[in-house]
C-alpha cells in the first residue's frame, strides 16, 4: 500500500490538482451559490482536457519535456486578468492583453521544459512529488481562508437584515428616478485633478436641483458601492464582488418602497432585488458558473462573442438611454422607482462629446499616459452629460418626480489605489419641496436614499 502510495505521490498530479484548487479557490469566494453538478462538470472537463493532452504528449519526444509547461499554460488561461492587472503597474499599455500573456506563458513553459530535461530522474520524482503537496496545502488554506470569510459575512448579513424594516419617510409618493453614471467624478475632484469646470452643475442648478460639490462614495467600486446603496448599509466593508452581488440581489431599499405601493424598475446589467438583469454584460458574476470563470480567458471573452461589433457596451448603454425614456414618460396608477445605470464616462471611451463613435476609444485605461485619457474621459462625459438634460426634457412632468442623478465613485484612472480621491462622486437631487439645507449635511452618497422626502 505505501509503495502504492508513493508511486502515485511521485507522478506529475500537480496539473490535474491544480483543476480542483482552482474550482474550490473560486468556489470558496462565495459558498452560498455553489452547484455541485456544474463544480463536478467543469472538473470533468478539466481532467478530459488534460488526459487528452497528455496522452496525444507520450507518443511524441516532446514529452520529455515534463508537464510544468501545460500547469503554467492553465495558470494563464484561469487567472488572465488579474495577470494583466498586475503587469498593468509594469509594462505600456499595449503590452496588456490577453494574446501576449498566453504567448508569454507558452515561452515560460518551454524554458521551463528545458531545465527539466537537465534535472536527474530521481530529482524529478521528488519535484513532482513537492508541487504535488504543495497545491494540496494551497487548496486547504483557500478553502479554510473561505469559510473564515462564510463566517464573518454571515455576520455582516444579520445586520443588513436588520435594516428590512427599515422606515423611510415619504411625503412625495410620485416616481423616483435615478440616474447612475458610471465613474462620473464631483465638481470639485474635476477641477481639482482635471482642472475641468463640469457644465453640468449649473445647468442642473438653474433647474432647481441640489448639487453636491464634493460627495464621497463608501466605495471605489462599482459593485460594492451599489450593493452598499440598496441595503442602507454604507459603512461595513464586504469581503469581495460575489458576496456584494449576492447583497445586491437581495437588496432591501426596493422592498421598503414596494411596501409603501411602488413598482421597481431595474435598468441594470446586475440582479437587484429580484429583478433581472437588462442586458447581460457580464462585468461581474451573478451565478456560480459565472463566479468560477470570472477573471479567466474564458469567461471575458463572452461579450464580445455575442457583439459582432465588439461594443457590447456602448450597446448596452443605447439600449438603457432608450428604455429610461420610455419608462419614464409611461402613465401609471401606482409609482415607480426606476433605476438606470449608464456606464458614462467610465472607459471604454466610445463617444465623443455630441454623441459620434469615437474611431480610436481607449479600452483600458491602464498604462496610458494622463494627457491621452482626459483628452477623452472628458468628451466622453460631456457626451453623458448631453445624455441626462435630453432625458429630463423626455420627461414632460419631471417637476413632480424624485430625481437623482450621480456617478458610483469618482474617476479613478489617474490615481493611485490607496487614494481617497477615487472616491469623490458626482450627485444632484431634485424632489418638490426640497430640504436643501437637510441634503447639504448627507456626506456619502449611500446615505442619500433616507433624505428623499
Do not use: C
Not at 443605447?318 to 414618460?329: P, R, T
Amino acid at each position: 500500500m505505501g509503495k502504492t502510495v508513493n508511486s502515485w505521490a511521485d507522478r506529475p498530479l500537480f496539473v490535474y490538482l491544480f483543476g480542483l484548487f482552482f474550482l474550490l479557490f473560486k468556489t470558496s469566494q462565495f459558498f452560498p451559490s455553489f452547484q455541485p453538478a456544474v463544480f463536478l462538470l467543469l472538473l470533468l472537463a478539466y481532467s478530459a482536457i488534460n488526459f487528452i493532452v497528455i496522452s496525444v504528449l507520450r507518443r511524441i519526444p516532446s514529452y520529455k519535456y515534463g508537464l510544468s509547461w501545460l500547469l503554467v499554460l492553465w495558470v494563464a488561461v484561469l487567472f488572465t486578468y488579474p495577470i494583466l492587472g498586475y503587469l498593468a503597474g509594469w509594462l505600456p499599455a499595449s503590452f496588456i492583453h490577453a494574446k501576449y500573456l498566453l504567448i508569454a506563458a507558452v515561452a515560460v513553459g518551454l524554458l521551463l521544459g528545458y531545465f527539466y530535461t537537465r534535472i536527474p530522474a530521481g530529482k524529478i520524482m521528488m519535484l513532482n512529488r513537492g508541487a504535488n503537496v504543495f497545491i494540496l496545502i494551497l487548496t486547504g488554506m483557500v478553502v479554510f481562508s473561505g469559510l473564515k470569510t462564510a463566517g464573518i459575512e454571515a455576520k455582516h448579513k444579520q445586520a443588513i437584515e436588520a435594516k428590512s424594516n427599515i422606515k423611510v419617510s415619504r411625503n412625495n409618493k410620485s416616481d423616483i428616478i435615478w440616474i447612475m453614471m458610471d465613474e462620473y467624478a464631483s465638481p470639485s475632484s474635476l477641477k481639482n485633478e482635471l482642472g475641468f469646470t463640469n457644465p453640468l452643475v449649473d445647468s442642473l442648478k438653474k433647474l432647481d436641483f441640489f448639487v453636491f460639490d464634493s460627495l464621497k462614495s463608501r466605495s471605489d467600486t462599482t459593485i460594492y458601492s451599489v450593493s452598499s446603496l440598496f441595503n442602507f448599509d454604507d459603512s461595513l466593508k464586504v469581503s469581495n464582488y460575489n458576496y456584494a452581488a449576492g447583497y445586491l440581489r437581495d437588496s432591501k431599499w426596493p422592498g421598503v418602497l414596494q411596501r409603501d405601493g411602488y413598482s421597481f424598475i431595474n435598468l441594470e446589467f446586475l440582479d437587484i432585488a429580484g429583478q433581472d438583469k437588462v442586458w447581460a454584460l457580464g462585468i461581474f458574476p451573478d451565478d456560480y458558473l459565472g463566479q468560477v470563470l470570472f477573471n479567466s480567458m474564458f469567461y471575458t471573452g463572452y461579450n464580445n462573442s455575442i457583439d459582432p461589433e465588439k461594443k457590447p457596451i456602448d450597446h448596452y448603454n443605447q439600449f438603457v438611454i432608450k428604455q429610461l425614456e420610455i419608462k419614464a414618460a409611461e402613465k401609471r396608477q401606482a409609482p415607480a422607482f426606476i433605476w438606470a445605470h449608464l456606464l458614462i464616462p467610465h472607459a471604454p471611451f466610445f463617444r465623443n462629446a455630441a454623441g459620434d463613435p469615437n474611431s480610436n476609444p481607449i479600452q483600458e485605461t491602464s498604462g496610458y499616459p494622463k494627457d491621452e485619457l482626459i483628452k477623452q474621459y472628458i468628451p466622453y462625459l460631456l457626451y453623458g452629460n448631453k445624455v441626462i438634460l435630453d432625458i429630463l426634457n423626455h420627461i414632460p412632468d419631471w417637476r413632480t418626480k424624485t430625481i437623482v442623478i450621480s456617478g458610483d465613485h469618482g474617476a479613478r484612472m489617474l490615481l493611485k489605489a490607496d487614494d481617497a480621491r477615487r472616491k469623490e462622486t458626482f450627485a444632484a437631487v431634485y424632489y418638490p419641496r426640497m430640504d436643501s439645507a437637510e441634503l447639504s449635511r448627507v456626506k456619502f452618497l449611500q446615505q442619500i436614499p433616507l433624505h428623499l422626502h
